[in-house]
C-alpha cells in the first residue's frame, strides 16, 4: 500500500465530513464536531502543503536545470528527509543524482547515513540502474553496509519510543541495506580493519545496554501490574457475590445476566493476565543479544502489553457488572452512569500508551507479518524517471 499525504489526508477529511453530515442530522447544525479545531488545523496544513508544493514547482521551472543552484538544496533535503523536494529537483535536472557534500559522500549514502527512508525509495529505481552507486566506497573505504552501521542521528532515534524500539530499527535498516550488496562485499573491511558488523557492533553498544535496561524495566513494571490483576481476579472468583445457597451451594445470582458477564469476563481478565505475566517474565530471563532485539523480544512485549491492556478491560467490565447487580438494585438509569466512569481508566491508559503501541506495531509488523521489506510501509509516488548507466 502506498503511502501519500494528499491521498492520507483526504481519505481522513472524506470520514470527517461524511461524521460531520450524520452529526448535523442528528444534533442539527449547531452541532460542536464542526468546530473541533484538530479538523480544522489539518485542513490547513492539507492546504499549506499542495500551496509549498505549487512554489517549489514554480521555483524549480523558473531556476531550470542548473546543477550547481540545486547542489546545497538537495543535500540538505536528502538529509533530513525531506524526498518531496529531493523527487522535484531531480525531476527538473536530473544531473544533480551526482552531487556530493563536502565529505565526498552522494545521495544515497547520505540517505543511508541519515535514515531517510523516503528518498532512499525515491531513488531505490536509480539504484537498481546505476551499480557504480552501489561499490563505491567513501575515503575510509566504508561500503554502504558499513555506513548503515552507523549510529543513526539524534533527531531519528527521537522518532522511536525506547531504547529497543530504536534498536530494532537500526537492525532493520542495516538488513534493509544489505540486500544492495553481495555476500562478499558484506565481509570487506574498511582501513581500519573492521567489517560492517563490527561497526554496528562498536556504534551501537551503548544503545543496547539502554535498550535492555529499558526492556527490563518495563517488563519488571507490567508484571507487577499482571500479577496484581491475577491476584484481585482470582480472589474475586472465588468469593461469590451476592453469596451461595446454603443447601445446593450455587450461587444465588446465578440466573442472573449481570452475573454471567461478571462470570464470563472475570475468568477472561484472569487468563489474559497470566498470559502477559508469563510473556513478561520470559522477556526478563532472555539473553538479550543482538538478533534478540530484531523479533523475539520487541514480539513478546506487544504481545504482553496487549493481554496486559486486555486483562484489564475485562476487570473493569466484571466489576461494572456485579457492581450494578448488587449495588444498583438493577436501575438502568444507573448502567449508563457506571459506564461513564469505566471509560475513564480505559481512556488514561489509551493516552498513556498509545504512542508504545503504536511503535510496537509499526517496528513488528514486518518480522511478525511477513511484509516483504522494512520498507514497503514508506513508499512514495515519483515523478523522476529511470536512470541508466
Known sequence: MLFHPDKCVDDILRVVRICNNMCCNWLGKNSMILLVPPIKNMEKKKKEYKEAKKILSLICDRIGTSNDTYAMPLIEAVRKGIYEVVDEILYTSP??????????????????????????????????????????????????VHLAGRLAPSFVLGRTTGAALQLQRELLWREEVTKLLSPKELLTENIYNETPTMVFTREHQDLMKEGENWMKTTAESCSITAALIVTIVFAAAITVPGGSNQESGLPLFKNKIPFTIFAVFNAFSLFTATTSLLLFLSILTTRFSEKDFLVTLPRRLIFGLSTLFLSTMGMI???????????????????????????????????IKLPLLLDLIQSTYIPIFGQQSYLESCKVNRKTTIFKE
Open 95 to 144: 544531473s544533480t543524482i551526482n552531487c556530493k557534500d563536502k565529505e565526498g559522500y552522494n545521495i544515497l549514502q547520505l540517505a543511508i547515513i541519515n535514515r531517510s527512508e523516503k528518498v532512499y525509495n525515491l531513488i531505490s529505481h536509480i539504484i537498481d540502474h546505476k551499480m557504480s552507486y552501489r561499490r563505491r566506497n567513501d575515503s575510509y573505504e566504508n561500503n554502504l
Open 317 to 351: 467490565v466484571a466489576f461494572c457488572a456485579i457492581l450494578f447487580l448488587v449495588f444498583c438494585d438493577q436501575r438502568p438509569w444507573m448502567l449508563a452512569l457506571i459506564a461513564a466512569f469505566a471509560c475513564l481508566p480505559i481512556s488514561v491508559i489509551v493516552c
